[in-house]
């Protein structure tokens, strides 16, 4: 099959995006890397009236650290990123996650920003953004507006972007120094994408967990937060039997969908042994013992 007739337009910065965009009406779209949207026009599950592709919009293509935050603009590359030392101090879940998603190629063409605009609910990129939390920026031609990482998400490949919306950069909060974090996943081959994904970062203060987050992915619509899990873990020594109860609780209330990689009920019962899993090893990179 071969993709639908589309117009193309190339940027060089957010501010001709943002208008190519208004003037092109809601049937364009934004082309980042290509590596989620060239294979869906390919077996046409989109047909965009016109392409505005950022991959050479300058002002868009930094990662960098930001007064409390690392700050990842809408055409950096994820190898880019992945190899960005500035990106392994201040986001290292971030880091662990690129690693995971899909082949070296691929990332070498895919953007960050793309993979959580198009926010795949199995995803490795948008499990780490919903994880470390911060904020998404949202730009159009009247400017810009920012929008919390646990609010971004709404469904199966839908956010909280409106038509005419450039995801102009995403801004992830950076924990104090001494968090441990940890990404696991499960998928059938190497490589392959994953079936579930979880995600934790732990802060201990004297032997203590004083900060934690989880989000598991494939287990839903959306990426999901184990909020009432990490609340129970305030207070506690990050002791097996503390994880394992912190695990059950992220996990129990979830109803994965079914499909030909997993039923919902082997989806959470992985979806436990990875977070079990994410936590202990943030625990551990975070100087406590488990
Ligand atoms: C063989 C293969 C294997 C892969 N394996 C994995 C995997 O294991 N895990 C995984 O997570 N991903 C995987 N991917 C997908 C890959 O990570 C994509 O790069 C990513 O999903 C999308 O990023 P992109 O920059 O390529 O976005 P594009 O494909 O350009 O865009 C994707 C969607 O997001 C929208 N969009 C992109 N950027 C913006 C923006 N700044 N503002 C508004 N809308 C925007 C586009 O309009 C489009 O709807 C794989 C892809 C391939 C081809």
Redesign the pocket.
């Known amino acids: 099959m071969k993709a639908p007739p589309f117009g193309y337009r190339r940027v060089d910065s957010a501010a001709e995006a943002v208008a190519a965009l208004a003037e092109l009406g809601s049937e364009a779209?934004?082309?980042?890397?290509?590596?989620?949207?060239?294979?869906?026009l390919a077996i046409r599950l989109?047909s965009?009236s016109h392409l505005v592709d950022?991959g050479r919009a300058g002002d868009l293509s930094s990662a960098s650290a930001d007064n409390g935050s690392f700050v990842v603009g809408?055409s950096a590359r994820?190898w880019v990123v992945e190899h960005e030392p500035a990106a392994t101090a201040a986001a290292p879940l971030l880091v662990d996650a690129i690693g995971?998603?899909?082949?070296v190629p691929?990332?070498h063409?895919?953007?960050v920003?793309?993979?959580i605009?198009?926010a795949?609910p199995?995803?490795?990129?948008p499990t780490a953004f919903l994880a470390q939390g911060g904020t998404a920026v949202a730009q159009d031609t009247s400017g810009t507006r920012t929008i919390p990482a646990e609010e971004f998400f709404q469904g199966p490949y839908m956010t909280a972007?409106r038509d005419g919306?450039?995801?102009?950069e995403v801004r992830l909060d950076r924990w104090p120094d001494g968090t441990g974090h940890a990404f696991e996943e499960f998928?059938h081959s190497h490589?392959?994408?994953?079936v579930v994904t979880a995600a934790a970062l732990v802060h201990l203060d004297q032997g203590v967990i004083d900060r934690a987050a989880i989000a598991i992915s494939g287990v839903g619509g959306t990426p999901v937060r184990g909020t009432e899990a990490e609340a129970s873990l305030i207070g506690q020594a990050p002791d097996p039997d503390a994880l394992g109860a912190a695990a059950e609780a992220a996990t129990a209330d979830l109803q994965p969908f079914s499909d030909v990689f997993g039923s919902g009920t082997y989806r959470r019962k992985v979806a436990t042994v990875l977070v079990r899993r994410a936590m202990s090893t943030a625990v551990a990179r975070a100087g406590g013992a488990t």
Do not use: N
């Open positions: 779209r934004v082309l980042a890397g290509g590596q989620s949207l060239l294979p869906m989109a965009p950022i809408a994820q995971r998603a899909g082949q691929i990332r063409r895919g953007t920003v793309g993979s605009a198009h795949d199995s995803a490795e990129i972007l919306e450039l995801l102009r998928s490589e392959s994408w994953p």
